[in-house]
Nanobody, 121 residues
Framework: VQLQASGGGLVQAGDSLRLSCFSSGISFDTYNIGWFRQAPGKEREFVAGIHRGGGGKSYAASVRGRFTISRDNDKNTVYLQINSLKSEDTAVYYC???????????????WGQGTQVTVSS
């Protein structure tokens, strides 16, 4: 299972960014996909998850309303749209795959390398 996150970068506070997670080596539409992030000196935290069919989504309270997760199974890709970026969104963002509940962070089994998002104020 290979997951590749991309789309990070250095942005200004208030900007928007769209992260992508491309997968290969799996039957993509059989996996729930989640986004996590890890800020410097902090533990990794769950950000958002999406059901394999795209119909169910879950968000951390801290990002609800600003982050939107979506997927395109034809392209084996999951997206994370981030609006109104804040300095506290600075982190390495990772995507992961799960055969369990898309809302249960501890069930994610497969991890990709992360993409750095840095928000300057």
């Amino acid at each position: 299972v290979q997951l590749q996150a991309s789309g990070g970068g250095l942005v200004q506070a208030g900007d928007s960014l769209r992260l992508s997670c491309f997968s290969s080596g799996i039957s993509f539409d059989t996996y729930n996909i989640g986004w996590f992030r890890q800020a410097p000196g902090k533990e990794r935290e769950f950000v958002a998850g999406i059901h394999r069919g795209g119909g169910g989504k879950s968000y951390a309270a801290s990002v609800r309303g600003r982050f939107t997760i979506s997927r395109d199974n034809d392209k084996n890709t999951v997206y994370l749209q981030i609006n109104s970026l804040k300095s506290e969104d600075t982190a390495v963002y990772y995507c992961a795959a799960s055969t369990g509940s898309y809302a249960a962070a501890y069930l994610y089994e497969y991890w990709g390398q992360g993409t750095q998002v840095t928000v300057s104020s």
